[in-house]
């Protein structure tokens, strides 16, 4: 029994060093995204650590407090890494792989986004949230990317995203009957200047 209890005793300690050294390698590695990030972000692949570090970016930052304003909630102070680990699944199903992917979706279809919040929540019978979470305006980017996307990436979307019948047919339905009066209000933003 005492033989058993030092082998347990042992094991736990391995484990709680493995751990330490574990958050010591993400804590690194985050840092190196945030360097990383300025110098070359097209070295970045999407992940949570990227997704997170460009939401402390004062232009992602601003995406999100205009979002909140116009939903008429506050922005949440701080990141939900489970929220970000979710938009990074979300988005990477759509095709977007990589942090200079998610900065250019920003600076061509930051507009486009909020033209189609405008068009699809504000004002519809909706409850009102007291706190947008950081990182909202990767999701009506998200819901841009579904507007311009075949049907295979739609439902690739669905399931990702869990989305039960009727209500992501609905959702699509939604998109697909605004998104055309956003475009004629923006331009398409797959078509460059």
Request: charged share 30%.
């Amino acid at each position: 029994m005492k033989r058993r209890f030092s082998r347990l005793s042992g094991l736990l300690e391995l484990a709680d060093d493995e751990f330490v050294r574990l958050r010591t390698d993400l804590v690194d590695y985050e840092n190196h995204v945030k360097r990383t990030l300025v110098d070359s972000p097209e070295k970045l692949e999407l992940n949570q650590s990227t997704l997170s570090a460009l939401l402390d970016t004062a232009t992602f930052k601003e995406f999100d407090r205009g979002i909140a304003d116009l939903r008429g909630s506050e922005l949440a102070e701080d990141v939900d890494t489970k929220y970000v680990a979710r938009r990074a699944r979300v988005l990477s199903s759509l095709g977007v792989v990589d942090a200079v992917t998610v900065i250019n979706l920003i600076d061509v279809r930051r507009k486009h986004a909020v033209n189609l919040l405008e068009k699809i929540w504000v004002g519809a019978d909706r409850p009102v949230q007291d706190v947008a979470p950081r990182g909202v305006g990767l999701l009506l980017l998200e819901y841009t990317l579904v507007a311009t996307a075949n049907e295979s990436a739609r439902e690739k979307w669905i399931d990702v995203r869990r989305i039960p019948e009727p209500r992501s047919r609905k959702f699509i339905n939604r998109i697909d009957a605004v998104w055309p009066l956003v475009v004629e209000e923006l331009g398409n933003p797959d078509v460059a200047v």
